[in-house]
């Protein structure tokens, strides 16, 4: 049975970091294109990057390029999203994805 289930969002300050996790089961991570996600309020799910099944980070959008970075730790079978010097539009909910597959979801909020 394949599950993502993501984790690690809370509150934050501006400026601030965070380090997202997508535990995966049911799959292998390094066999698949893997891809984080963000739904920020009132807006549609926008793609964030995505890790290729040779570890290749790639395809950020022009919204976290330079900020976000993408990686994976084979032996957990877990996908992480770092995410630095976070500002307000980073507010929203943070999915992984495999194709077919989405998680549930972590709420990141980032508030002076």
């Known amino acids: 049975q394949v599950q993502l289930v993501e984790s690690g969002g809370g509150l934050v300050q501006p400026g601030g970091s965070l380090r997202l996790s997508c535990l995966c089961s049911?799959?292998?991570?390094k066999s698949w294109l893997m891809e984080w996600y963000r739904q920020a309020p009132g807006k549609q799910r926008e793609?964030?990057?995505?890790?290729?099944?040779?570890?290749?980070?790639?395809n950020y959008s022009e919204s976290v390029k330079g900020r976000f970075t993408i990686s994976r730790d084979n032996a957990k079978n877990t996908l992480y999203l770092q995410m630095n010097n976070l500002t307000t539009e980073d507010t929203g909910v943070y999915y992984c994805?495999?194709?077919?597959?989405w998680g549930q979801g972590t709420q990141v909020t980032v508030v002076s």
């Open positions: 793609l964030l990057g995505m890790m290729t099944t040779d570890g290749t980070d790639k």
């Open positions: 049911g799959f292998s991570i």
């Open positions: 994805r495999r194709h077919g597959f």
